[in-house]
Nanobody
Framework: QVQLVESGGGFVQAGGSLELSCAAS????????MGWFRQAPGKEREFVAA????????NYADSVKGRFTISRDNAKNTVYLQMNSLKPGDTAVYYC??????????????????WGQGTQVTVSS
């Protein structure tokens, strides 16, 4: 069982920055695909970014390209999401997720096996 714990959420003004972290408790982290998803009130959970096990393969939702950066430190079993130029539309609960059965990144939440509890990000206008 892999436990994922997010941190780094908070309240920020539009144009500001936040960095989210997600630490995995156990498992062969350096073989996991890691993803970030978000869910705003009244909306479905949506893909934000994903990163392959080695860290060189990434993909992003169009809405965050050029503003968000996903990265990982396998020595620390941690994945990060650096969020810059934040907009009110980025307000959501952000979840990290681990895909343990393949090395391919995915934007489909159903392809991820483990999820964190989420961390709130609120961007004011």
């Amino acid at each position: 069982q892999v436990q994922l714990v997010e941190s780094g959420g908070g309240f920020v003004q539009a144009g500001g920055s936040l960095e989210l972290s997600c630490a995995a408790s156990e498992g062969t982290f350096d073989s996991f695909v890691m993803g970030w998803f978000r869910q705003a009130p009244g909306k479905e959970r949506e893909f934000v970014a994903a990163i392959g096990p080695g860290g060189w393969n990434t993909n992003y939702a169009d809405s965050v390209k050029g503003r968000f950066t996903i990265s990982r430190d396998n020595a620390k079993n941690t994945v990060y999401l650096q969020m810059n130029s934040l907009k009110p539309g980025d307000t959501a609960v952000y979840y990290c997720a681990a895909r343990t059965t393949t090395w391919r990144t995915s934007a489909n939440a159903g392809n991820y096996d483990y999820w964190g509890q989420g961390t709130q990000v609120t961007v004011s206008s």
